[in-house]
């Protein structure tokens, strides 16, 4: 069976984005290594690890090169709340950047919100229904 294990972002500055991923987003900090002779650094953040399931996020930081050309092909990462207002207050009052605050979906009920990561990169929360909760 197949398993979807981590989506890959990379980004200009590694300890900012760890900071953010962990102290904003309320992710952990899973793993994480340098690799000096291809100079780069991995880590790795989530909710939980790999082999319980979880999809996590692979954040490469490729030693010097402090910005990247977003382009306009990837979208966004989607993150289930339980509270996505609380989380959305938590998160500007954390001094991140909450783009779309938390409201239903155009022409729907879904309720959502858009966040920013410090590399631009854009982070929906979607309103978990009781339905929805500890699926992961």
Excluded at 7 to 25: A, K, P
Excluded at 111 to 124: C, T
Aim: glycine share 12%; charged share 20%; aromatic share 10%.
């Amino acid at each position: 069976m197949a398993q979807l294990l981590h989506t890959m972002l990379r980004v200009g500055n590694l300890e900012r984005s760890i900071e953010f991923y962990t102290q904003v987003m309320g992710m952990k900090l899973l793993r994480k290594s340098e690799n000096s002779e291809y100079k780069y650094t991995l880590a790795f953040v989530g909710y939980d690890e790999e082999s319980t399931g979880s999809a996590v996020i692979e954040l490469t930081y490729n030693w010097g090169t402090e910005e990247y050309d977003m382009g306009n092909a990837f979208g966004h990462i989607a993150i289930g709340e339980e509270d996505i207002y609380a989380r959305c207050e938590a998160i500007a009052n954390a001094g991140a950047k909450v783009i779309r605050p938390a409201g239903p979906v155009a022409g729907g009920s879904t309720v959502i919100a858009f966040v920013e990561d410090p590399d631009g990169y854009k982070i929906e929360l979607i309103q978990m229904s009781s339905s929805q909760q500890g699926l992961g």
